[in-house]
């Protein structure tokens, strides 16, 4: 595979990542990671490994030395990508409870116009996190392995209702 298209995998893969912390119920120990992945201390907030992510990728669009060089930084990207999301799935994983009301209505003093960026902005997260569900319910469902399928079917059902009441919100804004 060539660094161009793993570049683009990775890319794709962040809004997953995205998605899964901000679903994330409860912290995780940052001593549950692998030591020597990431540079961040372990008292980190979850928040400062996706920013070491995104730093990483910019530095491998840098590299100009060998391609073994950015096959290397990009695998390891990769594996970082794969450890967060499957250790937030870990700590999401509880009794399915009804999900907390979803509103789109305006939360702070603002211009109407201020309220609909808002509203298009949270639309086009939620469309690229959508994606990059798809995408990964594409990718499990070649490990066939139950328990993350459902899983990934319950949250992409709940994104998707996200979706449809933010898509809703701003028609019914803009008529």
């Known amino acids: 595979m060539s660094v161009g298209s793993l570049l683009n995998e990775l890319l794709a893969r962040m809004p997953e990542l995205e998605w899964q912390l901000n679903k994330l119920t409860a912290s995780f120990s940052a001593q549950s990671l692998p030591s020597g992945l990431f540079r961040q201390a372990f ?3 979850v928040q400062a490994y996706v920013t070491e992510i995104k730093s990483d990728i910019q530095a491998l669009r840098a590299i100009k030395t060998s391609e073994l060089a950015k096959q290397h930084v990009a695998e390891r990207i990769h594996q970082k990508i794969n450890i967060l999301v499957k250790l ?4 999401n994983r509880q009794p399915i409870m009804p999900s907390e ?3 789109y209505s305006i939360k ?7 309220w ?8 086009d997260l939620l469309t690229k996190q959508k994606e990059s569900l798809h995408r990964a319910l ?3 469902k070649t490990a066939n392995n139950t328990m993350v399928l459902l ?10 209702k996200r ?7 701003r028609a019914r804004a803009v008529s």
């Open 43 to 45: 008292d980190a907030p």
């Open 101 to 103: 009301d979803i509103s």
């Open 116 to 123: 609909l960026q808002t509203l298009d902005d949270d639309i």
């Open 163 to 169: 979706l449809t009441l933010a898509v809703e919100t």
């Open 151 to 160: 899983n990934l079917h319950r949250e992409l059902g709940e994104l998707e």
């Open 88 to 91: 937030c799935a870990h700590h």
């Open 138 to 140: 594409t990718r499990e």
């Open 108 to 114: 702070q003093l603002s211009t109407r116009q201020q």
